[in-house]
């Protein structure tokens, strides 16, 4: 779970290729859990530069998930690149550092970080996902309904809204 950095460390402005895999399991997040499956590969290169150590590279997770718009769950590969510095000890207060204790560096909270802050924050199990009736709750991607959505559900309303200022125009 971790790298050896120690001769980047040593020899400052070398760059020293990494790869890792990781299995994260679930990540904790207040939006709702991140569940990944199998390992994460991580791949990058590590370099010192005045005293700390820069660790570029990408990651890639591939994630179980479901759908913000009909529910289904599905499973979706994501690449998410990343570039961050490592202070040996504690790093100072107003830092975005991450510590390291002298020659490893343990990748998983920098790994983790990365895929909370890069998810998209809206998840489609595809693009022209149509999603749940709002009258009838079915899934409009497996069957259809005779609901009569544009009187019935709010986004009627809005349709109606729309024709005015069309309108008006
Ligand atoms: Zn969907
Ligand atoms: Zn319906």
């Known amino acids: 779970m971790s790298i050896d950095v120690s001769l980047a460390k040593r020899n400052e402005g070398v760059q020293y290729p990494f790869e890792e895999n990781l299995s994260l399991g679930t990540i904790p997040y207040e939006m709702g ?4 499956i199998g390992e994460t590969a991580v791949e990058g290169i590590a370099m010192g530069a005045d005293g ?6 990408s ?3 591939l994630l179980s998930q479901v759908c913000d718009r009909c529910a289904e769950p599905f499973e979706r590969e994501y690449r998410f690149d990343f ?6 000890g504690q790093p100072e207060e107003d830092s975005d550092d991450y510590p390291f204790q002298s020659e490893r560096i343990d990748l998983e909270k920098m790994v983790q970080d990365c895929i909370v802050l890069q998810l998209p924050a809206v998840n489609l ?5 149509r999603g749940l009736c709002p009258v009838c ?6 069957a259809n309904c005779n609901c009569n959505i544009e009187i019935s559900g709010p986004f009627g309303v809005l349709a109606g809204l729309m ?4 309108e008006d125009e």
Do not use: A, P
């Open 33 to 36: 859990d991140i569940h990944t």
């Open 52 to 57: 700390k150590i820069l660790l570029n590279g």
């Open 59 to 61: 990651i890639v997770v």
């Open 83 to 88: 570039s961050e510095l490592f202070t040996d």
């Open 125 to 129: 199990c595809m693009e022209t996902c």
């Open 137 to 142: 709750g079915i899934n409009r991607n497996h």
């Open 163 to 166: 024709d005015r200022v069309k």
